[in-house]
């Protein structure tokens, strides 16, 4: 007997109520390997940021910025857009 009739014959055998629920597992199982597969391409993704934000921090791409705060005042100032009129 394979594995499946065996699951098809004890299933049958259970209460309609009871049946319901091997259906609900059945959908629990295949929702966590499916967040499974989702963690494991998140964590390789935050691997590829680590890296990348690593080789940023090599670079000293912002090592003329001596005051941070008073350098995001300065980014965050309102300016005219281009190609607009006041």
Do not use: H, Y
Not at 16 to 25: P, R
Request: charged share 30%; glycine share 4%.
């Amino acid at each position: 007997m394979t594995l499946l009739e065996e699951i098809q014959q004890r299933l049958n055998n259970l209460p309609l109520e009871k049946q319901s629920e091997v259906l609900d597992f059945i959908t629990f199982l295949q929702q966590r390997s499916t967040l499974s597969g989702f963690t494991s391409a998140t964590s390789e993704k935050a691997g590829r940021i680590k890296s990348a934000l690593r080789k940023i921090s090599e670079l000293k791409l912002f090592k003329e910025i001596t005051d941070p705060v008073e350098w995001q005042r300065q980014i965050r100032q309102d300016r005219p857009l281009p190609g607009r009129t006041v």
